[in-house]
């Protein structure tokens, strides 16, 4: 897995997978200017292909940002940017994109595709922003919240798959893996030659 996303390392282990852990370094910055869908496909493939050229078997890549009003929130740099992203998310829609990635370091095979989900957050005061930024969650997550921690109290309505606001789709991760051979459901394939 070129992630140290410890969210998307739980949802991999509840798979019952076999990975490593070797996160990319790409430099998220470089790849702004693209349409959101293919900025989160783009990164994706980009930590994947940076693992792929120094590890051998499957390697997964994952990028989540959050999309409101035609621009893209990622990880807030502090305090002030968290309470800014939040204030702009609450009592709106916005939409979570994760491009994945899955290299076959054996063939040269690869897939890159993506996941919208929809995600309505409640209205909230000034107090609760606050609040909520002072537990310290929202500052290694896109959009500033995880919904699967405290940020669970901010969403008022999911459209689409909850995991893939988490930070990684398994029910299309699992469709791309049966296209290398891992049928996880079925049991196809060892998957503990892939690296995630």
């Known amino acids: 897995m070129a992630s140290g996303s410890p969210r998307r390392r739980e949802l991999l282990r509840n ?12 430099d998220e910055g470089d790849h702004f200017g693209l349409a959101p869908a293919a900025l989160a496909e783009e990164l994706a ?11 051998r078997g ?13 621009g893209v929130l990622g990880k807030p740099r502090d305090h002030d940017e968290a309470v800014w992203m939040l204030s702009l998310l609450a009592g709106r829609t916005h939409t979570v994109i ?3 990635a899955v290299e076959d370091t054996e063939t040269g095979c690869s897939v890159v595709e993506h996941e919208e989900t929809q995600v309505t957050m409640r ?19 896109a959009g500033a919240y995880a919904v699967q921690g405290v940020g669970s109290l901010l969403v008022e309505r999911i459209q ?4 893939n606001v ?20 079925g049991g196809a394939r060892d ?6």
């Not at 689409?160 to 995991?163: A, T």
Request: proline share 5%.
């Open 160 to 163: 689409g798959d909850y995991f």
């Open 15 to 26: 798979l019952g997978l076999d990975f490593t852990v070797i996160p990319s370094e790409v």
């Open 191 to 196: 998957a503990g030659d892939g690296r995630d």
């Open 58 to 70: 499957l390697v997964i890549g994952a990028d989540t940002i959050v999309i409101i009003d035609g």
């Open 166 to 185: 988490v930070g990684l789709p398994v029910a299309r991760l699992g469709r791309i893996l049966e296209g290398f051979g891992i049928d996880i459901l």
């Open 98 to 100: 994760t491009g994945l």
């Open 123 to 141: 209205p909230l005061s000034a107090d609760q922003v606050s609040g909520y930024v002072r537990t310290g969650e929202p500052m290694d997550k």
């Open 45 to 55: 493939r980009a930590k994947a292909m940076q693992v792929a050229k120094r590890e």
